[in-house]
């Protein structure tokens, strides 16, 4: 009889964790992006001839979450990879970039999602914000070891 085929490690975030996680990084992201087209309408821009303002706000919000709940169980299995637990300080990082990255390439296609961006500048300090923002989040989803 053949053995079920079972992953390595048990995963370090439930099917639950990552529903909120997603939940919550969403509003997270939708407020930001918001406010920052809100105060600063020339440096972040919403909308174009073909997508509305607030349309193109949930179509940058929407991948920008997914990717950035996506990446955990990634970022989580090359911490185990590395055979040692990551710090807050190496999450915060990762993040950073994914986050200033993500916010770059989305402003790249801004033709179709509606969401423009000033500088590359811009995209690294929304992408330090929300990254603070995150680390907040993910420390009222999970419970510190």
Do not use: C
Request: net charge positive; proline share 6%.
């Amino acid at each position: 009889m053949k053995q079920a085929i079972t992953p390595p490690t048990q995963p370090n975030m439930s099917a639950r964790q990552l529903s909120l996680l997603f939940l919550a990084f969403g509003v997270l992201h939708f407020v930001v992006v918001y406010l920052a087209n809100m105060f600063f309408p020339a440096q972040v821009v919403l909308g174009n001839n073909i997508v509305s303002p607030l349309m193109a706000l949930f179509y940058t919000v929407l991948p920008f979450t997914l990717l950035a709940v996506g990446a955990v169980p990634v970022i989580e299995y090359a911490g185990e990879i590395m055979k040692r637990s990551l710090s807050t300080m190496e999450w915060m990082i990762a993040y950073l970039v994914l986050n200033t990255v993500v916010f770059w390439g989305l402003a790249r296609a801004a033709e179709w999602l509606g969401m423009g961006l000033a500088s590359w500048m811009v995209a690294l300090v929304l992408g330090a914000i929300v990254t603070f923002l995150q680390d907040m989040v993910v420390g009222m989803i999970m419970p510190k070891k």
